[in-house]
């Protein structure tokens, strides 16, 4: 069997897997792109367990990256979120056996409160059921020091506030009342769709406008949008309302020709938190998919 046609099994979940450990889309694709090469190059037919070998190289590329990307990561401008992925892009939840809320904008935060060696070893073992006899060498970790890593983790993971989901219909009505909410300027509309303890979340990675901290609460979140949608010249265009992530949300292209991202986190009813992504390096991939 030719390297590509031994490869493309796999592919969906090498993106996956360094989606995961990477939050970027594109660097997870780039990283699926390098296995590639480096499969094509290999003595295939000494190779037993392709899958495990594929999937180790992935994960050792992302962490690599990781290392680099820290030191931009403390640099950065205001909130970090992840490089959001539509639902029909596909690949970071394409595998039915790999968890779709894996992929969640949440979930995926929760993950950067994890090491680089424990998020691998996480994603690893428990989201795509490598052994720890697998992973041990990829981190220079004994089997049992690397299951003593996954608990960590896992104790760290599970202290984050457990999210309560609601239907794909309701999320989707909440999705669109929000959307208009905010572009007409409702603030008490807005009110009455968040939770008490919202968070708002903007990433504008310090190249487009954007709040340099989170904003907690139902009031001050609401009134923030309210204002901002009255100081906008000319009306923000709907692009695509559905799944991003996972999660109920919408891109919108704005009065400055450039589109943005809104998920939302639903719980009870009520809007809990609100990602909205503005930073253009990370909605290229968005962009050409929506022909923008």
Same mark, same amino acid.
């Given at each position: 069997?030719?390297?590509?046609?031994?490869?493309?099994?796999?592919?969906?979940?090498?993106?996956?897997?360094?989606?995961?450990?990477?939050?970027?889309?594109?660097?997870?694709?780039?990283?699926?792109?390098?296995?590639?090469?480096?499969?094509?190059?290999?003595?295939?037919?000494?190779?037993?367990?392709?899958?495990?070998?594929?999937?180790?190289?992935?994960?050792?590329?992302?962490?690599?990256?990781?290392?680099?990307?820290?030191?931009?990561?403390?640099?950065?401008?205001?909130?970090?979120?992840?490089?959001?992925?539509?639902?029909?892009?596909?690949?970071?939840?394409?595998?039915?056996?790999?968890?779709?809320?894996?992929?969640?904008?949440?979930?995926?935060?929760?993950?950067?409160?994890?090491?680089?060696?424990?998020?691998?070893?996480?994603?690893?073992?428990?989201?795509?059921?490598?052994?720890?006899?697998?992973?041990?060498?990829?981190?220079?970790?004994?089997?049992?020091?690397?299951?003593?890593?996954?608990?960590?983790?896992?104790?760290?993971?599970?202290?984050?506030?457990?999210?309560?989901?609601?239907?794909?219909?309701?999320?989707?009505?909440?999705?669109?009342?929000?959307?208009?909410?905010?572009?007409?300027?409702?603030?008490?509309?807005?009110?009455?769709?968040?939770?008490?303890?919202?968070?708002?979340?903007?990433?504008?990675?310090?190249? !487009?406008? /954007? +709040?340099?901290?989170? *904003?907690?609460?139902? #009031? $001050?979140? =609401?009134?923030?949008? &309210?204002? %901002?949608? @009255?100081?906008?010249?000319?009306?923000?265009?709907?692009?695509?309302?559905?799944?991003?992530?996972?999660?109920?949300?919408?891109?919108?292209?704005?009065?400055?020709?450039?589109?943005?991202?809104?998920?939302?986190?639903?719980?009870?009813? !009520?809007? /809990? +938190?609100?990602?909205? *992504?503005?930073?253009? #390096? $990370?909605? =290229?991939?968005?962009? &050409?998919? %929506?022909? @923008?």
């Amino acid at each position: 069997m030719d390297a590509a046609a031994s490869f493309l099994p796999y592919r969906a979940a090498l993106v996956g897997l360094a989606y995961r450990m990477t939050g970027s889309h594109a660097t997870a694709e780039d990283i699926a792109q390098e296995v590639f090469l480096r499969w094509e190059g290999a003595v295939r037919a000494e190779i037993s367990l392709p899958r495990a070998r594929l999937m180790k190289t992935a994960a050792r590329l992302a962490l690599d990256h990781l290392k680099s990307a820290q030191v931009r990561r403390e640099a950065y401008v205001g909130p970090w979120l992840p490089e959001p992925v539509l639902e029909y892009q596909g690949a970071p939840q394409e595998e039915v056996w790999v968890r779709a809320e894996s992929v969640s904008l949440a979930f995926l935060l929760t993950l950067e409160r994890l090491s680089p060696p424990e998020r691998a070893i996480f994603i690893l073992h428990d989201l795509f059921d490598m052994g720890f006899n697998e992973i041990a060498p990829l981190l220079h970790k004994s089997e049992a020091a690397c299951r003593q890593v996954a608990v960590r983790a896992r104790q760290r993971l599970g202290e984050s506030k457990p999210r309560h989901e609601v239907s794909e219909a309701d999320g989707t009505r909440l999705a669109r009342a929000f959307l208009t909410a905010t572009q007409t300027g409702d603030e008490v509309a807005l009110r009455d769709l968040l939770a008490e303890d919202v968070v708002l979340h903007t990433d504008g990675g310090g190249i !487009r406008p /954007a +709040a340099l901290n989170l *904003i907690h609460g139902a #009031e $001050k979140t =609401a009134r923030m949008l &309210a204002r %901002l949608a @009255l100081k906008k010249v000319g009306a923000p265009v709907s692009l695509y309302c559905g799944l991003i992530n996972g999660m109920p949300g919408f891109v919108t292209k704005e009065p400055d020709g450039l589109p943005q991202v809104t998920v939302l986190d639903m719980e009870d009813q !009520r809007i /809990a +938190a609100v990602y909205i *992504i503005r930073n253009p #390096e $990370k909605l =290229a991939t968005i962009a &050409a998919v %929506l022909g @923008l």
